[in-house]
């Protein structure tokens, strides 16, 4: 269109279709009541004329934007993006657009972030982030529904939650090793967040059910060096349960670049089943989220809060264990 032409409205549209204004916006809506051979005229006409539906303004015009936020605390975690995915095409199947904020992994910029997002008017926001205290989110839950995907330390009263079955994924993972003939299996941890410690908890649970000493190391202070060295001693690990996918993915190479060969020299099983457990090779052995399926059960709980439900609820998805390379029974 050129620049100094006018946008054709609603009106125009009808005229040149020679119907009434409200039969071109239930054309125009995809609404009963319109013949097929009616509404493809219409739309045909609409076409011609460069006409653009304002999605906003009609949402506006009910008291809504037709837009949720998504806030998330790393836009790098394979995770986030699968469950962003999830939210968006539920939100998208029910004719809504999606915004994205990004925490950059900063309790403090997540604040702003959700902060901007309700300035916005956005009908409702999913916090993908475990990382804003209970009594932020509440807050903002009096300006507009929220739901969390997450684990969080404290429950928040006002917003519901979808998370995934972190103990029985570590459940699943020593079950795996310990049918295998697993004995000395060390837990490598990399967070201290609430769904890490719940994998960390249950862990310790399941090495204690099998009457096994717990040893937990951790990334920030040497763990996966320490791994591998103990792992080449004839007492040492000889599996290593990981808190997550990138930090197995890195066991493996560093235990492949010291010699280590993986499985028969060191079992590893990780959590999450992002891109890379598929990546790597051997593949990796790990826990499967139903990640795209939490954002999309996000999803439908935000659409039933904005449409009036005040419920809130807490939903725990069931992971899964996927057996790839990265184990085998002891040598």
């Not at 998805?317 to 990265?326: A, D, F, H, K």
Request: proline content about 5%.
């Amino acid at each position: 269109m050129p620049a100094d032409r006018v946008a054709p409205t609603i009106v125009d549209v009808a005229r040149a279709a020679g119907v009434s204004k409200s039969l071109v916006s239930l054309a125009i809506r995809g609404d009963a009541g319109v013949s097929d051979a009616t509404r493809t005229r219409i739309l045909a006409v609409a076409d011609d004329l460069g006409y653009r539906s304002n999605v906003l303004a009609r949402g506006l015009a009910r008291g809504r934007t037709q837009v949720i936020g998504v806030l998330v605390s790393d836009l790098s975690n394979p995770y986030h993006a699968d469950v962003v995915a999830g939210i968006e095409s539920r939100a998208e199947h029910a004719g809504l657009g999606t915004v994205i904020g990004h925490g950059r992994s900063q309790p403090e910029v997540l604040a702003v972030r959700l902060d901007q997002m309700l300035d916005l008017g956005v009908d409702g926001v999913i916090v993908v982030s475990a990382m804003l205290p209970a009594e932020a989110l509440d807050a903002a839950a009096t300006r507009r529904p929220l739901v969390m995907v997450g684990r969080p330390f404290e429950q928040p009263r006002r917003v519901s939650v979808v998370r995934n079955h972190d103990e029985r994924g570590a459940a699943f993972a020593l079950d795996h090793l310990l049918g295998l003939g697993h004995r000395r299996i060390v837990h490598l941890a990399s967070s201290r967040r609430a769904a890490a410690t719940a994998r960390r908890h249950a862990y310790g649970e399941a090495m204690t059910r099998a009457d096994l000493p717990a040893t937990t190391l951790w990334t920030d202070e040497g763990g996966t060096a320490a791994m591998l060295a103990a792992a080449q001693t004839p007492e040492g690990p000889t599996a290593c349960f990981a808190g997550n996918d990138r930090t197995a993915a890195t066991l493996l190479h560093d235990a492949l670049d010291a010699g280590l060969d993986v499985p028969d020299g060191l079992s590893i099983v990780g959590y999450d089943d992002a891109q890379i457990a598929r990546q790597v090779r051997p593949g990796l052995t790990t826990v499967a989220q139903p990640r795209e399926a939490i954002g999309r059960e996000a999803a439908r709980l935000l659409l039933s809060r904005i449409d009036g439900d005040r419920d809130t609820v807490e939903v725990t998805l069931e992971p899964s264990l996927i057996v790839r390379g990265t184990t085998s029974a002891p040598c």
